[in-house]
C-alpha cells in the first residue's frame, strides 16, 4: 500500500466498508468458490488480479500456488487484513496490496493470467478488466442482478447486473464457459461468469 491515498479519505465506499470490516467478527478467507474453481483449471504463467478483493481466501490460496497477486480494494482495513494473513502464511511477497477506486485503477493490459471480481459491479470497471487479461487468461466475476434489488432496497441499479450480463458485455476474443444464476438465501440473486480469452 506505501502510497499516500488522502484522496480517497472521504470516498463513500471506502468509509461504509472499512465500517463494515470493522465492525465483523473477522475473515474467514475461505477462498471464493469461483476463485477455487478458476485456480484449478488451466492458466497461463503470470500474475493473478483480484478486484474488490475484500480480505480474500482467493488471493492467499493463488500466491500459496505460487502466483504473484495484486489485490485491488478502496478499504485499508480489508487490506490490512490480508497482508497480515499473508504474513502469517509467509506469503506476503508475492501479494501487492493496492488500496485504489477501482473506477480509477489502470491495469497493464493483456498480463494478467486470472482477472477475479466478486461481490462488486461496475460496468466500466468490467471493461478495463476484460483488457487485463492475458491471451489463455481466464475472467471470473460475480455480482447481484437487477432482481436482487427487491430483497435489498438499499442496492442501486448501477451496482446491478442487467439480463445476460456481465457475458453480453464481454468484447470479441473472449469465450464463455460458464455463466449462471446463484440464488443467495433470500437476499437475491447473483450471476457468475467464467471466461477464456482466446
Ligand atoms: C461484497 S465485498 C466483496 C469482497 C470479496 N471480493 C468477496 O467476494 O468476499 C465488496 C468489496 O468491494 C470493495 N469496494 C467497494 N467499492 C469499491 C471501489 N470503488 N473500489 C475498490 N473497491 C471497492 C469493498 O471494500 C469490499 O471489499
Known amino acids: 500500500m506505501g502510497e499516500n491515498r488522502a484522496e480517497l479519505a472521504g ?10 470490516y470493522g465492525e465483523g467478527s473477522g475473515p474467514s478467507f475461505v477462498p471464493h468458490p469461483l476463485a477455487a474453481r478458476a485456480l484449478s483449471m488451466p492458466l497461463p504463467d503470470g500474475p493473478v488480479a483480484d ?19 495484486t489485490a485491488v480494494d478502496i478499504a ?7 497482508g497480515q494473513e ?4 509467509g506469503l506476503r511477497g508475492l501479494i501487492t496490496l493496492v ?3 477501482l473506477r480509477e485503477w489502470h491495469p497493464r493490459l493483456a498480463c494478467y ?11 466500466d470497471v468490467f471493461t478495463t478488466a476484460t483488457g487485463a487479461v492475458a491471451p489463455g487468461g481466464l475472467l471470473g466475476w460475480e455480482a447481484f442482478t437487477a432482481e436482487a434489488r427487491p430483497a435489498r432496497p438499499g442496492l442501486p441499479a448501477e451496482w446491478c ?9 464481454l468484447p470479441s ?11 443467495d438465501a433470500g437476499r437475491g440473486t447473483k450471476r457468475q461468469l467464467l471466461a477464456r480469452r482466446r
Open 113 to 123: 493470467a486470472l482477472v477475479l471480481c466478486t461481490g462488486y459491479w461496475d460496468r
Open 161 to 169: 447486473l442487467g439480463p445476460g450480463e456481465p457475458a453480453a458485455l
Open 11 to 20: 470516498h463513500p465506499d471506502r468509509i461504509r466498508w472499512n465500517a463494515r
Open 99 to 101: 488500496q485504489a477506486d
Open 173 to 183: 476474443g473472449f469465450e464463455v464457459i460458464d455463466q449462471h444464476g446463484i440464488p
Open 86 to 89: 499473508a504474513e502469517r502464511r
Open 51 to 69: 478486484l474488490a478483493c475484500g480480505p480474500s481466501g482467493g488471493a492467499l490460496l493463488a500466491a500459496g500456488a505460487g502466483r504473484q497477486v
Open 76 to 82: 485499508e482495513v480489508a487490506l490490512g487484513m490480508l
